[in-house]
Every structure is written in C-alpha cells, then in structure tokens.
C-alpha cells in the first residue's frame, strides 16, 4: 500500500494495532505461534514504519490519541473563526483614521503577511492544526480585503471578486490539506458561475440566488472533476467535490419543489413544483444507485439523506393536515424503518462496500 | 511525497499566492484610477438632504469609518380621481420616496430596456409570475435640483390641505427631503452613456449612474396597469476620506437622534468617474 496522505498512514497504522490485538488472541486460543525471530522481525519492521508515519504525517498512535486529535480540530475551526472575526473587527475599529494610502498598505500587508506566516508555520509545525488555523485566518484577510477596497473606493459590486476568492481557498486548501478552504472555494466557484448563469438572461448577478436553476450547470460541472483529476494524494478531498456538488444540485432542487415562483421555466408554479418533485426523487434514487454501482459511499450516504429529506417534506405536503399527529409520525416512522430494510439489504449484497477510492471523510 | 519536493512545492504555492494578492489589488487600483482619472462624467453638488449619514446601532457604533448613504428618489404619478378621495393617500401615498414607481417607466420603455415583450402581461400565470421577474442592470439619470424636484414640491403644495401632517410634508419637501430624482433610464452600454448625456448635457446637475429597475404593477382597482419601478442604485453609500470627515461632525448619530442628523448642514461635491463610480472631491461646513 503506497503511503501518499495522512489518512492512508493512520489507516496502516490502525491496521498495525488491529493486527496485533488479533494475533494476541491468535496466540492465547493456541491457533498460531511465531517464533522470537519471526516476531522480532515484524516489531522491528512496524516500528520503523510507525516512527516514519509520526514523523511525516503526525498520526494518532491510539485511541485517546485520536480523541485528542478530534479536539485538537475543533479547536483549530473554532480558534481561527475567532481571529478572523477578530481581525476583521478590530480592522473595523480603526480604519476610519487612517489615511486612503495607510488603510491600502495596511489591507494589503495583512493579505500577505497572514499568507506568508501561513507556510512559515507549516514549516515549523509537522501537526498541521496550526497551519490549517493560519492558512483560515489569510482566506479571511483576504476577503476583508477586497471588501474594504470596494468600500473605500466605491467599487461597484462584481462577481468577479468571487474567482480570486475561490483561488486563493483552492491553492491553500490543496497546500495544507485542508478540506475546510475546499468547501470555501467550491462555494465561491459555485456563486461566480450561478451569477455568471443568471447575468445570461439578464438578471442582476447578485439577484442569482432568486433562481436556484443557476445553480445547476456548476454542480454538475463539480461533480465531473473527480473524475477527471487524480485526487488521491488529497484524502478526502473527491468526496467533498462530490458531496458539494449534490447539495449545490439537490438543495435548489428541493427549494424549487416548494417554491415553483423561483424558476425559470414558463409553468405555472404548481407545474414547475411537481416537475422539480419528481426530478428530485428521480434524481436522488440515480444518484444512490450511482453510489452503490461505484462504491462511493459518500455518493450514496448523501443522496440517501437527500432522498429521505425529498420524501418527508413530500409526506408533510399530503398528509400533515389530513392525518392526525400521531398517525402523521408514525407513517414517518414505518418509513425510517423501510428504509433501513432497503439499506440493510444493500449493504448484505455487498454492493455498499469499502470506498473505492479509500478517501472517506475523517 | 520527499522533503525536497515538499519543499519545491511549498516555494511555489507561496509564490503563486503572493503574487495573486498582488495581482488582485493592483488590478482593483488600476480600476480605481482609471474611473477617477480626467474630468469626470459629472458632478453634483449635494447637501445634507442628498447625502445622509448613518444610524448608529449595534457593532455599527464601533465602525470609525464613516459613509454617507446618496438619498435619491422617483417622482410619483398624479393621483387618480380614487386617491384624491382617499386619506391612505395623503397620510401614505403622497411623499416621492425612495424605490418608487415611475410614471416615465411605462411598458414601452420597459421592453426598451431590455424586458422581454411575452413576459409584459399577466397572463396565463397572473400577477404572481409577472410580480417574480427579476430587475434588469440599467443606467439611470439622476437629475439635482431640477424639474422633477419642483412638480414634488408642486405637487405638495397643491394638495395641501392645511392639515398638520399636509403641512409637514410641504416643510420638508421646501427644506430636507432630497432634491435628487431619478428621471430616465437607459441600456447599461457606453453607446446608451453617450445618448444620455447628449440628452441631459448639464453635467452639474444630471449625473449618469448604473441601477436596477423591474416591472411592476399598478392601480390595483382596474387591475392591470404595468409599469417599472426604480429598485436600487448599485452605489449608493459613499466612503468619506479622513481628510474630509471634519464637515461631517454631526452626520453619524442614533436612530434617537435622527432629528440632530438634518439639523447638520453641510455640501460635498460628488464626482462621477469613467465607470460611473462616485468619490467625494470636496466638502464645505455651512
């Protein structure tokens, strides 16, 4: 197994501690016995590969490890909101006194410094949660500085802010392996184009969210990326193009089915929502059997949820006015409980397998 | 992946990343000179009743900047025989407001401005669909001071009844209510740009800038009558420079206070650029 990403480097190791425990019991039930040379020989060698693995890629050599590795992630998401916020209120509580030229040099300086700082602590930190908690703090610079420039200068509002934005989130996300920034740049991708969309028949660009269907052509176009670049070396990151990609699909989706005025299509609104009903259920069932037919879980774990949200506001529609609470809870229910029928005989088939591209979401 | 590639790739990404940083902001400022650079397209003289500082609430009060928001309204329609007779009408209906119907922005000029024909009718969907279109990026022509102002003044005059409220509206329309109406609109491209100002030549008092307009409808009680409305100037709050904030002492205070903020007299100077973006040239105390 070729080692290229931390999440492959934990998985070793966590099959390094499974494989002990169980030759452990191997051992005490009398089934295997190895020799003190054959024994030797695989301490030795898991060894020198768990000492690399902590040296390149930081991994959790146990249980409690992991735990306070979950914290520790918490942590950096909640720490960085924290300064960004911050940075952003006290460039607020300043600005105003500072000259034209001193609020540029200072917006520009702190874009670039934050940037800089960003790979110097990547440098000096093999853990990665420091340099992931700074590379958040220079995508929010940024974005603070290009909006004071517009506010500063009276720039019309553009779409085009948004692609820089998206670049930026994109080159630190790829950088540090950090699948935050990723989902902020897919969004800035999925806004410029949705506008760019809307702008075509005329609208103005940040009127775009009035017409979910602008959204369509750049999910679609997301969803496509992972299959057409190698992402393997990035864990996670071909699950996250796929699961943006279907919630900027199946959410406007959904929005449609209940809000017909909000579409682009000459029907009337009644039309429009039962056509974007039916495509939603449609499109969600093509996209499980998509999942399970590719072994992409996430495919299929999102397009479930999605398929579930599509059938119980459709049941809330037909029956919640009709039924008593009680029979109207029940049936949801019964549901819940078919589907764990359906799902469970998926899984028995063995088609609902490992993710093929072993890049499950930590 | 090897320290060294590590170390090729880290370089790289860091470079990249300065350089679209750099990139970005120079590119912005390039804009920036290039609206403000040679004479301007216009500008305007406005007072206190066309630029109006903010309300201070919530982490708003810890804000040092300071903008002036551009007061800008449309000129209503006359009455209808209907409204004439109606008290909704005197008590709401009367005062030219901000994002009003326009007489001028008839279904004519709509489909002129780049609405689709099929789409200027209410039927087979109704109003609902027809209330759902979207507002088109236009140039609008904002006009100072001229004869849009002087009918809203005439209009209050005229149908003053000497009533408390009547004669409030008549006092603020003589001496705080913005002299700055929208009066036209055009396609949003530099053809339409020269149009308009060969239309509106004064550029002291006309000034050409980009909005949106969409359709609506009026006179609910005959049912269909379409026409637009003036829904937003694309910008319309103004950043003040340190080294103009002096005239502009009083214009930031609370929503308690608001009767203080007129009281505040003051003129700045408003340019209009190349891109049609404003910036304040000059401000005087009065």
């Known amino acids: 197994m070729i080692t290229s990403n931390r999440t492959d480097a934990q998985r070793r190791t966590d099959d390094i501690q499974i494989f002990n425990q169980e030759l452990q019991r191997l051992e005490a039930e009398r089934v295997l016995q190895l020799d003190p040379a054959q024994r030797a020989a695989i301490h030795a060698s898991h060894q020198i590969l768990l000492a690399a693995f902590a040296r390149d890629f930081d991994i959790d050599r146990d249980a409690h490890a992991r735990q306070l590795s979950l914290g520790m992630r918490i942590a950096s998401f909640l720490g960085a909101a924290a300064l960004a916020a911050s940075v952003f209120f006290l460039f607020y509580q300043f600005w105003g006194w500072f000259t034209t030229p001193v609020q540029v040099l200072t917006l520009i300086t702190a874009a670039s410094a934050t940037f800089v700082i960003t790979f110097w602590i990547q440098h000096k930190d093999s853990s990665g949660y420091f340099a992931k908690l700074a590379a958040l703090v220079a995508f929010a610079c940024f974005v603070l500085n290009m909006v004071m420039l517009g506010q500063i200068f009276n720039i019309t509002p553009s779409d085009k802010a948004l692609l820089p934005w998206a670049a930026l989130a994109l080159l630190l996300a790829y950088a540090l392996d950090l699948r935050l920034l990723l989902v902020a740049g897919l969004m800035c991708l999925i806004s410029f184009v949705a506008a760019r969309v809307g702008t075509w028949s005329g609208m103005y660009w940040l009127d775009f969210g009035e017409r979910p269907e602008n959204f369509f052509p750049a999910a679609i176009a997301l969803f496509v990326v992972p299959q057409l670049f190698d992402h393997r070396r990035f864990a996670g990151f071909a699950p996250t193009f796929r699961i943006v990609a279907l919630l900027a699909l199946f959410l406007p989706m959904l929005l449609l089915a209940n809000w017909g005025a909000g579409s682009y299509l000459p029907l009337s609104f009644k039309v429009t929502e039962s056509l974007y009903q039916i495509t939603g259920f449609v499109g969600t069932a093509l996209a499980i059997w998509y999942g399970v037919r590719r072994q992409l879980n996430d495919v299929v774990n999102t397009s479930v949820t999605l398929f579930v949200i599509f059938l119980y506001t459709k049941m809330f529609d037909w029956w919640w006015e009709l039924m008593p609470k009680y029979l109207f809870f029940l049936t949801l229910g019964l549901t819940a409980v078919l589907l764990l029928f359906i799902l469970k005989r998926l899984r028995a088939t063995n088609a609902y397998g490992p993710n093929r591209e072993q890049g499950a979401l930590r | ?286």
């Open chain 2, 1 to 286: 992946m090897s320290g060294r590639t590590m170390k090729w790739f880290r370089k790289r990404t860091l470079i990249t990343g300065l350089l679209l940083i750099m990139g970005v902001n120079i590119f912005a400022l390039v804009g920036v000179f290039y609206n403000r650079g040679g004479i301007p397209e216009s500008a305007l003289r406005l007072s206190e009743r066309e630029l109006v500082g903010p309300y201070i609430w919530g982490s708003h009060s810890e804000n040092s900047g300071l903008s002036l928001k551009l007061m800008w309204r449309v000129l209503r329609p006359e009455p209808t025989e209907k409204e004439k007779n109606s008290e909704d009408w005197y008590r709401y209906g009367r005062y030219s407001g901000y994002q009003g119907e326009a007489d001028w922005l008839n279904q004519e000029k709509l489909i002129a401005l780049g609405f689709n024909d099929g789409e200027m009718t209410f039927q087979p969907y109704g109003r609902s669909r027809f209330g759902r279109q979207l507002p088109h990026d236009v140039l609008l022509v904002l006009e100072l001071d001229g004869a849009a102002y002087q009918a809203a003044l005439a209009q209050a005059i005229k149908y003053n009844r000497g009533t408390t409220g009547d004669l409030k509206l008549l006092a603020d329309e003589q001496t705080r209510n913005s002299r700055l109406f929208v009066i036209d609109a055009a396609l949003n491209s530099d053809a339409s740009i020269t149009a308009l100002r060969m239309r509106y030549p004064d550029r002291s008092r006309y000034a050409i800038v980009r909005g949106q307009i969409r359709p609506t409808w009026c006179c609910a009680d005959t049912g269909n009558k379409i026409s637009g409305m003036v829904s937003k100037i694309n910008v319309d709050n103004l950043h003040v420079p340190l080294a103009m904030r002096g005239a502009f002492d009083d214009a930031k205070t609370s929503f308690e206070e608001s009767e203080k903020t007129r009281q505040a007299h003051y003129e700045a100077v408003v340019a209009f650029g190349r891109r049609l973006e404003p910036w304040i040239t000059a401000t005087t105390r009065k």
